[in-house]
């Protein structure tokens, strides 16, 4: 039997089901996490009151549940800007607004260390999937009121963190100045690391960029921290901070909540530091 869906222009059921990460309307908070790796799901929603796995279609696995009280979700990307685009667009289709990004990342400049959380308040746009969506000029900024939170949230918890812009690559490997097999290393490769660090880069990613760019085309809010897993100026390697990340991520999201319901009951468009005092 062939499944039917509604149209070959936005492929879903009757129901709402999205074709790519399996989820319909009423699945997901309107709060949604985004680390790439599906197995990083279940160990960001084990830090939440409670959570239940919603799907796990391809690489979007998909867990909801509540953390402090807010209602929040969590849903891989897979690596990259293809991927994770698809993501935002059938989560936003379903109803989620705000989005952060939990990922790893690798620091290019000095006093990083690795285990260390780096929050992208913009993204470099090195990566092709945003081109498709709006010309090159188009800043890939950050949502104020999201890096604000996760910015409250990693001073709450006490957690080392760094305030930066990221540069989002499509290339683990070239793209991020890494020799290819062989020591295939064109002259382009070789400089792009050291020419970012003078442009006051902080690390690359993957999938900022690509993130910031269509919430901002779409008037949704995203942020993005990440744990630093390499250091591109000591050359060391290590697996840390990823939960100290999943935390703070899901601290932000608690914070973002109030701040929701303090404009709500102000009437007001975009939350400040002086709200509560009007």
């Not at 604000?148 to 001073?155: D, P, S």
């Not at 540069?167 to 490997?173: C, L, M, Q, R, V």
Request: proline share 4%; aromatic share 8%.
């Amino acid at each position: 039997m062939v499944e039917k869906f509604v149209s070959a222009e936005r492929p879903q059921t009757k129901e709402g089901y999205q074709y790519h990460i399996a989820c319909k309307p009423g699945d997901v908070s309107r709060y949604v996490l985004l680390p790439g790796d599906p197995e990083r799901v279940p160990k960001i929603s084990s830090l939440w009151d409670e959570a239940k796995e919603i799907a796990f279609h391809r690489e979007y696995r998909t867990h909801t549940g509540e953390y402090k009280g807010v209602p929040i979700s969590v849903t891989s990307t897979g690596i990259g800007g293809p991927s994770t685009a698809i993501a935002i667009e059938e989560l936003a289709a379903i109803g989620a607004d705000t989005f952060i990004r939990v990922g790893s990342t690798g620091a290019i400049q000095p006093g990083m260390e690795i285990g260390d959380l780096i929050i992208a308040k913009a993204a470099v746009r090195l990566e092709g999937t945003s081109k498709q969506y709006v010309r090159v000029e188009y800043p890939a900024v950050a949502d104020l009121e999201v890096t604000l939170a996760l910015i409250e949230a990693a001073e709450t918890l006490g957690v080392r963190y760094h305030l930066g812009i990221t540069a989002s690559t499509d290339s683990f490997y070239l793209g991020q100045g890494r020799p290819g097999l062989n020591g295939y290393f064109p002259s382009f490769a070789k400089n792009i690391m050291d020419d970012l660090r003078q442009a006051n880069v902080t690390n690359f990613e993957m999938e900022a960029a690509t993130l910031y760019t269509l919430a901002n085309i779409y008037g949704l809010r995203a942020g993005c921290v990440c744990a630093v897993f390499a250091n591109r100026i000591t050359n060391e390697f290590g697996k840390a901070g990823e939960k100290e990340a999943a935390l703070v991520a899901s601290e932000a999201v608690k914070i973002l909540a109030e701040w929701d319901e303090e404009k709500e009951k102000a009437g007001k468009k975009v939350w400040f530091p002086g709200l509560r005092r009007v």
